[in-house]
């Protein structure tokens, strides 16, 4: 009997840790924060609220995904908050121009406005891409650079005043509109973790973002374009960084020069917690998803908590440092028993 206890211990030991090895910190995190906040406030565990959390994370949902294809290759987009703020602002500045010219056709105004604020939210992603891709400049350096070019763009064109007259329709389907309870941004956000899910497990172009991201020069000598590749990878991520882009402007109803400032940080802070490494070639789609989600559950949490706005930064800071070093722990036993 005395020797069941040790024993007992031990394979429950053996289990939680199996359990860290094969599914990471996030899953536990986050259903530890889903319990603490549900016995702290009442109202966090209804409808409604899960709700507000998924379409308030629906938008960092979407530019972390991009963020992820970046990172699988080594590298990071420091310029997707002027690529929100360039989308913005262009397509609410096409949108009130055509609105006013034609205010009894609001569709026409949406779909002369929408393709201008993708298109110059992607030029953003186009021209890292040939900064890092062709040219060979580090990503830190071009994306720094254009994330402060995109956001002098956008305040220039809208002298730091917001753009209004977007044609109701637009913020009504894109921004309040919706079905079974929620908002269209968080359908949005589904289709397109569904697609990039596709996109990295099932092409040959995601698993060559791979490829590149684990090792550069092996991926060339086994024929892969790792120019394109690179090239495709900024491309792609201020694509979904300018749908998102879309959204929030649909939300606000009014395109903003600002609202782009913290999500540089905040998409790389998911990605990091999900477990994309800063070095390349590793990231999973669900668990990127997980990790914009939790950030959400832990902003909305600790508001509806009634803990301080300080304190709050402070906390999820210290979360993030934590879950890096949590994956790093769990990335060395891995090495061990490989």
Same mark, same amino acid.
């Given at each position: 009997m005395q020797q069941a206890i040790p024993s007992d211990q031990q394979a429950k030991t053996q289990l939680l840790l199996r359990l860290f090895l094969s599914i990471g910190v996030l899953p536990i995190l986050l259903l530890i924060a889903l319990v603490l906040f549900s016995l702290l406030s009442d109202n966090f565990f209804t409808f409604n609220n899960i709700a507000n959390v998924l379409r308030q994370t629906s938008y960092l949902t979407i530019v972390a995904l991009g963020q992820m294809i970046v990172m699988l290759t080594a590298g990071f987009d420091l310029s997707v908050g002027s690529t929100l703020a360039v989308t913005s602002v262009t397509s609410a500045l096409g949108m009130a121009g055509m609105a006013a010219a034609y205010p009894d056709q609001p569709w026409l105004a949406i779909a002369v406005g929408a393709p201008i604020g993708f298109l110059c939210g992607l030029a953003v992603g186009v021209v890292n891409?040939?900064?890092?891709?062709l040219l060979g400049v580090s990503p830190f350096i071009v994306t720094l650079g254009m994330a402060s070019v995109g956001f002098c763009a956008a305040l220039y064109l809208t002298? +730091?005043?917001?753009?209004? #007259? =977007?044609?109701?329709?637009? !913020?009504?389907?894109? #921004?309040?509109? #919706?079905?079974?309870?929620?908002?269209?941004?968080?359908?949005?956000? $589904?289709?397109?973790? =569904?697609?990039? &899910? /596709?996109?990295?497990?099932?092409?040959?172009? +995601?698993?060559?973002? &791979? !490829? $590149? +991201?684990?090792? @550069?020069?092996?991926?060339?000598?086994? #024929? $892969?374009h790792t120019r394109l590749t690179l090239f495709m990878a900024y491309a792609v991520c201020a694509g979904l960084t300018s749908i998102a882009g879309l959204l929030l402007t649909a939300r606000m109803e009014t395109g903003e020069a600002n609202i782009g400032t913290s999500m540089p940080?905040?998409?790389?802070?998911?990605?990091? =917690?999900?477990? $994309?490494?800063? %070095?390349?070639?590793? +990231?999973?789609?669900? &668990?990127?998803? @997980?990790?914009?989600?939790?950030?959400?559950? =832990?902003?909305?949490?600790?508001?509806?908590?009634?803990?301080?706005? &300080?304190?709050? /930064?402070?906390?999820?800071?210290?979360?993030? /440092?934590?879950?890096?070093?949590?994956?790093?722990?769990? %990335?060395?036993? /891995?090495? %061990?028993? !490989?």
């Open positions: 891409g040939i900064g890092v891709a002298s +730091g005043t917001p753009v209004r #007259g =977007i044609p109701y329709a637009f !913020a009504d389907t894109f #921004g309040s509109g #919706g079905f079974w309870g929620l908002k269209a941004p968080v359908w949005v956000a $589904v289709i397109i973790a =569904i697609a990039a &899910y /596709i996109l990295l497990n099932w092409t040959r172009l +995601g698993r060559h973002f &791979y !490829a $590149v +991201g684990g090792n @550069l020069k092996a991926a060339a000598l086994s #024929g $892969v940080l905040q998409s790389i802070a998911a990605c990091v =917690i999900a477990g $994309v490494s800063l %070095r390349g070639g590793t +990231g999973s789609v669900p &668990y990127v998803v @997980l990790g914009a989600v939790f950030f959400g559950v =832990i902003e909305n949490g600790m508001n509806l908590s009634g803990v301080n706005s &300080y304190l709050q /930064i402070g906390v999820t800071g210290a979360i993030l /440092i934590f879950a890096a070093f949590a994956d790093e722990f769990r %990335r060395r036993l /891995i090495g %061990r028993k !490989a």
